[in-house]
């Protein structure tokens, strides 16, 4: 023991880490190989058996979020299609009256419009109203 300095031999005592030396005899009177080889088994039986409720328990949580946020999604898909062919159904409403309206008498080939920017504006301003 001469080589190791006098500074640590006083922290060894102190503190043991829990170890200390023991012959041959000493371990095997503690130690039964068929206890051992048993108690070694149910250990990493009942490890892994955790581990493997921990992963389903993980594999539950990852499935139930892409659940919820599928069927939020397909929530979320099916409002925006109504909406459009809401919109769509509105826009036509606005559109079609004066698609008609030009239509009629097909014979005559001018068309008497008083105050059409005035109309022809509001006409917009609807449009828009359900594309933005």
Do not use: H
């Amino acid at each position: 023991m001469s080589t190791i300095p006098q500074e640590y031999l006083g922290i060894r005592t102190a503190e043991d880490f829990g170890f200390s030396a023991v012959d041959e005899t000493e371990v095997k009177q503690s130690v039964n190989e068929e206890t051992l080889e048993t108690t070694v088994i149910r250990e990493v039986v009942s490890t892994s058996n955790e581990a493997v409720a921990r992963i389903e328990a993980k594999m539950d949580q990852i499935l139930s979020l892409y659940n919820d946020g599928k069927l939020g999604l397909d929530a979320e898909r099916k409002q925006m299609q109504d909406d459009v062919k809401s919109n769509l159904v509105e826009l036509e409403k606005l559109i079609m009256p004066l698609l008609v309206n030009l239509m009629k008498n097909p014979d005559k080939e001018y068309i008497y419009w008083p105050n059409r920017k005035e109309k022809i504006q509001e006409q917009i301003d609807k449009v828009l109203s359900l594309t933005r």
